[in-house]
């Protein structure tokens, strides 16, 4: 693996920097004000709309999307060090990008198993920016770590789908904008493969029998730059047949397929809240005296600092190989590294920011200082796209595997 980042790698990384200092910062606290006075705390933040203007006039937009027809052509490789400057500023500059899940994963999902209809109709909308859209896959009732306990039963009458359950956390649902849920259900509940009983279907949110019940907060955060995460029962929920996405019993197959590079996407942005974190934390140490002297003098925290630099350079060094791999062996051959990521880089940058959380004393658990809304996010992602228990016991078994 060459270190070295190609040329196209540099020109968005100098690009997308000065974007990041000249409009995405100077926009923070713009949007928090903005936010105030909206409608309600799920519409856009006008100054939003401007960084994503701005950033389709810089060539900024659609940049995770390997393919070159609907995306911007980048490796995985090429992708990772442009997501990761996005994580200093994960509430804004995913989005003004066009590169914010849940919208990434289902633009992934249409683009590589939608029907040309399917395309015309929601992924050209998604990749303009035009609509946003959900992914409603995990459910309060049932373990949903292990997915083949997915509930949602998805029964074929006719030329139509009928759908009831209910899910929750639903990311995007909150969103006004948000136009198409993929829903994730079982069309084969007694089917002998418990790989193959589960289906995706589209489902429109403005559909009739499905009701949006609630937002769910994360930490205490509505998260409403990523349109919130709902609640949503699907009562007899009837839509088209042709709303199908690939095969029916493909469901599972397509869920793994839309994880894997999600969850580097996440580690990827991680690394950027990592770094954000860690550049407040030595900021606050230069700034503040304690007991006759900086903190940047106290001993604990030199290996706080320490700890920091050198957890960040790991975690990025197995990221981009990972994205190597999955670029060169394709996403199975990486499975590996792919759970290793997922394990780390969330459990690490937890406990990053909350060292910077320490150092910050009480202004780091206040809304003056974005530690704690990061810390919620980076905690929540020990959980999201499969809790650390899951990845941990399907690495060992493979492992162990090698040995039996």
């Known amino acids: 693996m060459d270190f070295a980042f190609d040329t196209r790698t540099e020109e968005l990384r100098k690009r997308l920097w000065e974007f990041m200092r000249e409009h995405v910062e100077p926009a923070e606290p713009v949007a928090g004000a903005q936010r105030a006075r909206l409608e309600s705390p799920w519409h856009t933040p006008p100054v939003l709309e401007e960084l994503k203007a701005t950033?389709?006039?810089?060539?900024?937009?659609?940049?995770?999307?390997?393919?070159?027809?609907?995306?911007?052509?980048?490796?995985?490789?090429?992708?990772?060090?442009?997501?990761?400057?996005?994580g200093h500023s994960p509430q804004l500059a995913p989005t003004a990008l066009n590169c914010a899940a849940p919208d990434t994963g289902n633009m992934e999902v249409l683009a590589e198993y939608g029907t040309p209809e399917q395309r015309r109709m929601w992924l050209e909308p998604l990749l303009a920016g035009e609509i946003r859209s959900a992914f409603a896959m995990t459910e309060p009732d049932v373990a949903s770590s292990d997915a083949t306990n997915i509930?949602?039963?998805?029964r074929r009458d006719g030329d139509d789908y009928v759908i009831s359950g209910r899910k929750w956390y639903i990311s995007g649902a909150m969103h006004p904008d948000c136009a198409v849920l993929v829903v994730m259900g079982k069309t084969d509940p007694d089917g002998p493969d418990v790989h193959r009983r589960q289906s995706m279907v589209l489902v429109p949110r403005d559909t009739?029998?499905?009701?949006?019940?609630?937002?769910?907060?994360?930490?205490?955060?509505?998260?409403?730059?990523?349109?919130?995460?709902?609640e949503i029962v699907f009562d007899e929920a009837r839509v088209p047949a042709r709303n199908l996405v690939g095969e029916e019993g493909g469901g599972f197959a397509i869920a793994q397929a839309?994880?894997?590079?999600?969850?580097?996407?996440?580690?990827?942005?991680?690394?950027?809240?990592?770094?954000r974190g860690m550049a407040l934390m030595c900021r606050r140490a230069l700034e503040r005296t304690a007991f006759g002297k900086p903190l940047?003098?106290?001993?604990?925290?030199?290996?706080?600092?320490?700890?920091?630099?050198?957890?960040i350079e790991q975690l990025r060094l197995l990221v981009l190989k990972t994205a190597w791999l999955m670029d060169t062996v394709g996403n199975k051959g990486a499975h590996t590294e792919i759970q290793a990521i997922k394990i780390a880089t969330p459990r690490t940058v937890v406990d990053i920011l909350d060292?910077?959380?320490?150092?910050?004393?009480?202004?780091?658990?206040?809304?003056?200082?974005?530690?704690?809304?990061?810390?919620a996010a980076a905690r929540t992602l020990r959980l999201a796209d499969g809790p650390d228990e899951v990845h941990q016991r399907s690495l060992a078994r493979r492992e162990l595997s090698r040995y039996t």
């Open 258 to 275: 839309r994880l894997g590079p999600g969850r580097i996407h996440h580690c990827m942005r991680l690394i950027g809240m990592a770094e």
């Open 296 to 311: 940047a003098r106290q001993g604990v925290v030199h290996e706080w600092i320490a700890d920091a630099r050198v957890q």
């Open 208 to 230: 009739p029998g499905v009701e949006v019940r609630r937002a769910m907060t994360v930490y205490g955060y509505e998260d409403h730059y990523h349109g919130g995460h709902a």
């Open 355 to 375: 060292r910077a959380v320490q150092l910050h004393g009480a202004g780091g658990v206040s809304q003056d200082f974005p530690l704690a809304e990061l810390w």
């Open 55 to 86: 950033a389709r006039t810089l060539g900024l937009w659609n940049l995770f999307l390997p393919d070159p027809e609907h995306g911007a052509g980048l490796t995985n490789l090429q992708y990772a060090p442009l997501a990761e400057i996005t």
């Open 151 to 154: 509930a949602t039963h998805i």
